[in-house]
């Protein structure tokens, strides 16, 4: 898998999709600091067009190009549409040093959250589907202020009522820049 490409597993595109935007921040919420992902992907398409054929019969519309199409990329992120993100440490643990090979499990089991809008990342893919059982890994790159992201989870197609988080999700994300502390409020 290349870096700076999110993957959906067994969809159209098996070689990914470009990440256009990707932003990683961090508040302070009580004594904690609490993490925020967001990123954009370029347009399924950008890269490699699929022509829609009418004589094939896809198993789902996970599996057919036209319906990506039609909603052209992914959004996924915990502060777009709410404000959602993870707990990460304590303030006072807060450093490059402890990020460094550290992963973290954000909402392992959704299905037993009873209301999704308390997921910590809401997802725009083939609409406003739902994500969950993420695990994050940040990688410091040698002795820099930068970290090397994996991110990895699974997607319930809940837009057409399939609540079941069978798809799954790559991210790789190369460099990104440690995130100065702010405060909730800001």
Known sequence: MEPDRIYFKDNPW?????????????KVVGEDVWFDLHLK??????????????????????????????????????????????RVCTVAEYTPELLDGLEVL??????????WDDLAFHIYLLGHDAVGKHRI??????K??????????????AYVGDYEFRHEFTALVAAAEFPELSSKNE
């Open 14 to 26: 098996p070689e990914g999709h470009p990440i256009k935007a990707f932003s990683w921040s961090a």
């Open 41 to 86: 992907s370029a347009d399924y398409y950008a890269e490699r067009d699929i022509e829609d054929d009418e004589d094939v019969d896809y198993t789902s519309d996970w599996a057919a190009p036209i319906v990506w199409g039609n909603y052209h990329s992914c959004t996924l992120s915990s502060n777009y549409w709410h404000d959602g993100g993870f």
């Open 106 to 115: 954000v909402d392992p089991n959704p299905e037993t959250i009873k209301d």
């Open 137 to 142: 890994r940040f990688e410091r790159i040698g």
């Open 144 to 157: 820099s202020m930068q970290f090397k992201i994996r991110w990895l989870g699974a997607i319930a197609q």
